[in-house]
């Protein structure tokens, strides 16, 4: 059984793809970092081993060279076997890293030794290659113990964004449930035919508004939730709603939070249109912009506009899913003008959490 994304892995699991704690040495970054931290222990190693006045600067060389061999070619190991040995138990993960390492330093040392002179220092093969494996299995074990370490802080960061973002999406599905059931109320004496359409409609726009939990959703997914509300509230409006829509080509598979937009159309309606006796339009346009996605809703308000909390509470939780998600890349801004409020929405075009 493998762990589901954020839980910690115990030893003796086995390690889903996405949770080899080994970084990924196929990439330069990881290994121009293992490059660097390497560099500065010969260094180190070579100042503690040499006077300042006369740098040994043929220590530092030598030194160099055996050990950047060793390290890159332990990391273009790791980097083939990465797919063998991810699927591996802990332990044997390790044990896998540790003896590739290892192998790579005794074949490393005995080829020194026997190519380079220099590198004899006097106390013989066996000490020489016996003295290199114990360095590299201790920097290794180090190593490994510093990548499993990062990799559990990187899953416990994981979770709780999740968790942040399920009781989010939690808050604001109660306040969405509970305006449609009271559009539907409103049609049940006067208009059952329609009432019982829009209890049809409901339906349908809960089973989508539920399939962001099995897969991520995208532009579409949310329109055609916007559409189903839209059309719920079209019922008990009538011409008093009308809906001015915007959307810029190729849009629509791109990804997109869900219960981003509805919320924002369904405070366009309850808060603007419902409250005007002759109605209005909302105007939504969801286009390209800065590399990311632009979301615009406009709608007419009274002009003595009475905002309920609902409608703040709406606005500040996807101010705060946007921040979980992208940080300070998105940005949400409303404002209210001539009778005209509008709500602008934008997040850049990269994987969520």
């Not at 190991?77 to 044990?95: H, M």
């Not at 008990?236 to 509805?262: A, H, Y």
Request: charged letters at 15%; one cysteine or more.
């Amino acid at each position: 059984m493998q762990p589901s994304p954020g839980q910690v892995a115990q030893p003796g699991e086995r390690l889903a793809p996405g949770e080899f704690f080994i970084p990924d040495l196929c990439s330069p970054r990881p290994v121009l970092a293992m490059v660097l931290l390497v560099e500065l222990m010969v260094l180190v190693y070579t100042l503690s081993t040499s006077a300042l006045p006369e740098f040994n600067w043929d220590t530092l060389a030598i030194g160099s060279l055996f050990v950047q061999w060793v390290v890159l070619l332990s990391a273009s190991l790791l980097c083939a076997l990465r797919r063998v040995v991810g699927g591996l138990g802990l332990p044997l993960v390790s044990l896998c890293c540790l003896v590739v390492v290892l192998a790579v330093t005794a074949m490393s040392s005995f080829l020194g030794w026997r190519l380079l002179p220099i590198l004899n220092d006097g106390t013989g093969e066996g000490w020489w290659l016996f003295r290199n494996l114990v360095v590299a299995a201790v920097l290794t074990g180090i190593l490994l113990r510093y990548f499993y370490l990062q990799q559990q802080l990187l899953l416990q960061k994981q979770l709780e964004l999740q968790s942040r973002l399920d009781s989010l999406r939690a808050r604001i599905r109660p306040h969405f449930l509970f305006n449609t059931l009271n559009s539907i109320a409103s049609l049940i004496v006067s208009r059952p035919e329609d009432a019982e359409r829009a209890v049809e409609d409901l339906a349908e726009l809960l089973r989508v508004s539920l399939q962001e939990q099995q897969r991520p959703t995208t532009v579409a997914d949310e329109l055609r939730l916007c559409e189903l509300y839209l059309a719920i509230e079209q019922l008990r409006l009538g011409d008093r709603l009308r809906v001015d829509w915007e959307v810029g080509p190729g849009l629509r598979d791109l990804p997109m939070p869900s219960l981003i937009l509805q919320p924002l159309v369904e405070n366009a309606v309850y808060h603007g249109v419902a409250q005007l006796p002759t109605g209005g339009v909302v105007h939504i346009s969801v286009q390209l912009a800065d590399g990311g996605v632009l979301v615009v809703v406009d709608n007419p308000t009274p002009q003595q506009s009475t905002r309920t909390g609902g409608h703040h509470m709406a606005l500040e939780n996807i101010r705060q899913r946007l921040a979980v998600l992208y940080g300070n890349q998105a940005r949400l801004h409303s404002l209210q003008d001539d009778g005209v409020f509008r709500v602008e929405l934008g997040y850049p075009l990269r994987e969520m959490v």
